[in-house]
């Protein structure tokens, strides 16, 4: 069964939470890390089970906390190629060793569209359960 909530979502701020029976991942940190760790509480998940943080592009929308997040609590975090070139100051924030490319037991699907960022994506699939995300239009 695939679980999901959104978190926060606009242009202050996006960050989506998708859970299935093996991960639990945070799709974007665009928000603080102390708003996010309280969202992720008010829906019972503790911060130190999130298994990873993925990354759909480099907005500082959908990126402001995956630094902290990740370092404070040692969360690996997913990008694209294109994505981890186009977000240096971010990326320097993060241990080398949590900066990974896809893979998970949940299936990340990525689809280029067009748009203003290096790297926009949509898609998830796990398990026959499907979950279609367009992070901006």
């Not at 701020?13 to 859970?19: A, D, K, M, P, T």
């Not at 928000?31 to 992720?40: D, G, M, Q, R």
């Not at 480099?58 to 694209?80: C, F, M, Q, W």
């Not at 699907?109 to 499907?130: D, K, P, R």
């Amino acid at each position: 069964m695939l679980n999901f909530c959104s978190l926060y979502s606009g242009s202050s701020g996006n960050s989506l939470f998708v859970q299935n029976e093996n991960t639990n991942i945070l799709i974007d940190a665009g928000e603080s890390a102390k708003k996010i760790v309280n969202a992720l509480s008010s829906i019972n998940v503790p911060i130190e089970k999130i298994d990873g943080i993925v990354v759909t592009h480099e907005h500082l929308d959908h990126v402001k906390s995956i630094g902290t997040l990740s370092s404070r609590y040692n969360i690996p975090v997913y990008a694209t190629e294109k994505t981890w070139s186009a977000m240096p100051a971010q990326s320097a924030k993060i241990d080398k060793k949590l900066q990974r490319l896809f893979s998970s037991s949940i299936d990340v699907i990525m689809v280029s569209i067009t748009f203003h960022s290096l790297s926009v994506s949509t898609g998830n699939n796990s398990n026959g359960s499907a979950l279609g995300l367009n992070t901006e239009a």
